[in-house]
């Protein structure tokens, strides 16, 4: 079955640590992959997204992602994290075989100031 | 400004009781979607429209009933059938149905259980 993982639901950093936050998935086919963030009292928005070529892609606010096709993975990276990071992040991925895109679970990131 | 619109923020709904929620956009995107955000659980896809008068089961339907008479409006009905309707409810659009185009979301509604 078509699955995405994200292996940490709560994540504490102080400012300036690095971070990685990781996702796994399971799907047959071309995927394109995304990454969504829910600040606090916001809605839902796209931090970045991968469909083709260059397997390291740059989103907002510093932050940028690596496929990695042989590990199906797609991690979230940032060198130094700011207290306004503190967010709920989301791994999303879709097949060009149907037109759903499924979620992960979220990671809850909270950056101590 | 373009967006996505959702009404009302919250809603109380009684046992028994049909209630629907609104989504609206005017982005002029052809596809919408609705999903149920839970505690630890993610977004689940409850139903999605790519076309107007055209919709499709997501992975958890049952309870639910939806329409797409308009381009801009995809109202979500959660009916008494279904027996956990507490959650956080999203909407949102892509410019078409196509999995490589982004979705936009809307702000939520907040369903609960009196």
């Known amino acids: 079955a078509q699955s995405v993982s994200q292996h940490n639901h709560h994540v504490i950093l102080s400012e300036a640590a690095s971070l990685e936050l990781g996702c796994n998935y399971s799907?047959?086919?071309?995927?394109?992959l995304f990454w969504y963030v829910q600040y606090p009292g916001q809605h839902l928005q796209l931090l970045l997204k991968?469909?083709?070529?260059?397997?390291l892609v740059k989103g907002i606010k510093g932050f940028e992602a690596e496929f990695i096709k042989s590990k199906f993975s797609f991690n979230l990276r940032k060198p130094s994290v700011q207290w306004s990071d503190t967010a709920e992040y989301f791994c999303?991925?879709?097949?060009?075989?149907?037109?759903?895109?499924?979620f992960g679970k979220g990671t809850r990131l909270h950056i101590l100031p | 400004d373009g967006g996505i619109t959702q009404s009302p923020k919250y809603l109380f709904r009684k046992e028994g009781q049909n209630v629907t929620l609104s989504c609206e956009q005017n982005?002029?995107?052809?596809?919408m979607y609705w999903y149920r955000q839970d505690p630890g659980q993610g977004l689940r896809l409850i139903y999605y429209?790519?076309?107007?008068?055209?919709?499709q089961k997501g992975d958890i339907a049952e309870g639910y009933s939806v329409s797409r008479e308009k381009k801009e409006s995809f109202p979500l009905t959660v009916t008494s059938a279904q027996k956990n309707p507490t959650a956080f409810y999203l909407c949102?659009?892509?410019?078409?149905?196509?999995?490589?185009?982004?979705?936009?979301f809307g702000d939520g509604t907040r369903l609960s259980i009196l």
């Open positions: 429209s790519q076309i107007v008068n055209d919709f």
């Open positions: 949102a659009s892509s410019l078409q149905g196509i999995s490589n185009q982004p979705q936009h």
């Open positions: 799907y047959g086919g071309t995927v394109n």
């Open positions: 991968y469909f083709s070529g260059d397997p």
């Open positions: 982005l002029n995107h052809d596809a």
């Open positions: 999303a991925v879709s097949s060009q075989r149907d037109d759903k895109i499924i």
